[in-house]
């Protein structure tokens, strides 16, 4: 009886003897990072001496590489070991949070910003581990389920320690800001030390190589689209040639998919999208990616925009910012940590749906509730609820809907699609929050970002959310779940691919 109940129940700190454990700590580590800058943007911002809206840029640039970095490392992972991409990813992440805290120039500053955001890739290599410990059990997606929903919980509680944290050291070292930025580092320090120790690899291995083509036309891709939006918000909305390069980085997309599709062995593997239970979840990824990671800048600029100045924001100090960031953040702890639960009470798929309207519910009541704290902390609350069930589910969604040996290539797509639909959300927004940028009673043009481009902010980032939550309905009713592998394994995997 203890044996069955057991495996049954799901005992998440057996699965690899001990490996969800040692995971936590990782995923902590990457929400600290997640969490720490936020707060601190405005002071970044006066530190390298840039308008509070070319913030965005650090997140547009971050992304743009976590995107073509994900599905490399992701199918490194597949190839040669998840464990030896995840130290190897640590690693980089490291030396570059190092370089962040001592760069002088916007430029250099802008490319450890942007190496930094390879720690993307650590959830998708880590579902991938846990996909692999737990495999030969019959409950192996609510196993994975179950476990990712906790590594995500220590995600979104790291992310509330480091918003926290970010705040009061910025406040208490605002005289030594190389300091302030050098303290995530230590942690990271801590994550390549205990997968170097304590993390034991996967064993599945797919065949093949990684797709150097690929990355390049895909480095081409958000190049050009990003590189776009950059002429925009430099040469203004008005000129007509850096939108034409924007959708000239549009239509490479076509190209890029059809070289994709004609390999057998692609870096990012459009097939897979064929499943009806894959594609939505991609789709939802993608459009999710838009508020998760697109608006965290402007929702820490505009807590700290003077309302006496400007006429709009809270006018908020660092320490005050890291507050409304923590209660975001602790709302997403909770969604992610009931994710789980209400899944097994309901279905995967109703708790997407559900999750991605309380997003876009949250966003949308920004548009009219914005003027006190207490107004944008509740809005925020409620889209945190569903962003943390969203960030947990779809990972393990897309792991339940992968063929054999794929679940790397599949949990990487799903982050590749998340930080696609974030890298052209925060290149967007900035141009959005420069149009209609306020001059002050002097004369001269403020650094705040415009309330204009604060709301078609929420507003996107709300039609976005309930958009997805449309897609998810069209999955059919058991997918992500045991019982759909049980009664059909086609519905929830395509046919399995060659295996090392």
Same mark, same amino acid.
């Given at each position: ?29 990457s929400g600290?990072l997640?969490?720490?800058y ?10 390298l001496?840039?308008?509070d ?8 640039a971050?992304l743009?590489?976590?995107a ?23 690693a ?11 760069a ?5 500053? #802008? ?13 998708? #290599?880590?579902?991938? =581990? ?7 059990r ?22 509330i ?6 705040g009061? *050291?910025g ?33 599945d291995?797919?065949?093949g ?6 990355a390049?036309? #895909? ?5 050009v689209i990003t590189?776009g939006l ?7 909305a ?29 870096l990012?593997?459009?097939?897979v999208?064929?499943?009806p ?5 991609? =789709? ?14 402007? =929702? ?10 400007y006429?709009y ?13 923590g ?6 702890l909770?969604g ?5 639960r209400?899944s ?19 966003y ?23 962003s943390?069930? #969203?960030?947990?589910a ?9 063929p ?14 998340k930080?696609?639909g ?10 959005? =929050? ?6 002050? *009673?002097d004369?001269?043009?403020?650094t ?6 604060? *709301?078609?902010?929420w ?13 998810l ?18 519905? *929830?995997?395509p046919a399995?691919e060659?295996?090392?």
């Amino acid at each position: 009886m203890t044996g069955t109940t057991a495996r049954s129940g799901g005992r998440i700190a057996g699965i690899g003897g001990g490996l969800v454990g040692f995971l936590v700590f990782v995923e902590f580590t990457s929400g600290v990072l997640q969490g720490y800058y936020i707060p601190l943007l405005t002071d970044v911002a006066r530190h390298l001496d840039i308008h509070d809206a070319d913030v965005n840029w650090l997140e547009a640039a971050q992304l743009m590489l976590s995107a073509i970095a994900v599905p490399i490392l992701a199918k490194l992972g597949d190839l040669h070991g998840h464990r030896r991409m995840l130290l190897l990813s640590a690693a980089v992440v490291a030396a570059a949070t190092v370089v962040l805290a001592f760069a002088q120039s916007f430029p250099l500053f #802008l490319i450890a910003w942007a190496v930094q955001g390879i720690y993307a890739a650590w959830l998708p #290599l880590q579902v991938a =581990l846990i996909y692999d410990r737990s495999r030969g059990r019959a409950d192996q997606a609510a196993q994975t389920r179950r476990a990712t929903g906790l590594i995500v919980a220590a995600l979104q509680f790291g992310a509330i320690v480091g918003a926290l944290g970010g705040g009061q *050291v910025g406040s208490a070292f605002a005289g030594q800001f190389w300091l302030v930025l050098l303290v995530p580092g230590f942690l990271v320090l801590g994550v390549c030390a205990v997968v170097a120790l304590r993390v034991p690899e996967s064993t599945d291995r797919l065949a093949g190589d990684v797709d150097a083509t690929g990355a390049a036309l #895909l480095s081409v891709v958000l190049l050009v689209i990003t590189g776009g939006l950059t002429f925009v918000r430099i040469n203004g909305a008005g000129e007509p040639w850096p939108w034409l390069v924007t959708a000239a980085g549009l239509l490479l997309v076509v190209p890029f998919v059809r070289y994709e599709l004609g390999r057998p062995d692609p870096l990012v593997d459009f097939r897979v999208l064929r499943s009806p239970s894959m594609w939505p979840v991609q =789709l939802t990824a993608g459009l999710f990616g838009i508020s998760v990671l697109g608006a965290q800048g402007p =929702l820490s600029t505009f807590a700290r925009t003077d309302p006496d100045v400007y006429g709009y924001g809270l006018g908020l100090s660092t320490s005050m910012v890291s507050i409304v960031i923590g209660g975001y953040v602790i709302s997403m702890l909770v969604g992610a940590s009931q994710f789980s639960r209400i899944s097994a009470r309901t279905s995967p798929r109703t708790t997407l749906i559900g999750a991605a309207v309380l997003v876009g519910t949250g966003y949308l009541l920004l548009v009219p509730f914005h003027a006190t704290l207490g107004e944008t902390l509740a809005c925020m609350v409620v889209a945190g609820l569903g962003s943390g069930a #969203l960030v947990a589910a779809l990972p393990a969604a897309a792991a339940a809907a992968a063929p054999a040996g794929r679940t790397g290539v599949a949990t990487g797509l799903t982050n590749t699609s998340k930080v696609l639909g974030g890298s052209f959300a925060s290149a967007t927004f900035a141009v959005a =929050l420069a149009a209609g940028a306020p001059t002050l *009673v002097d004369g001269t043009e403020g650094t705040a970002g415009s309330l204009s481009g604060y *709301v078609t902010v929420w507003v996107v980032c709300g039609v976005t959310a309930l958009a997805a939550a449309v897609a998810l309905v069209v999955v059919p009713k058991l997918a992500f779940s045991d019982a759909a592998a049980a009664a059909d394994p086609r519905a *929830v995997a395509p046919a399995t691919e060659p295996r090392a």
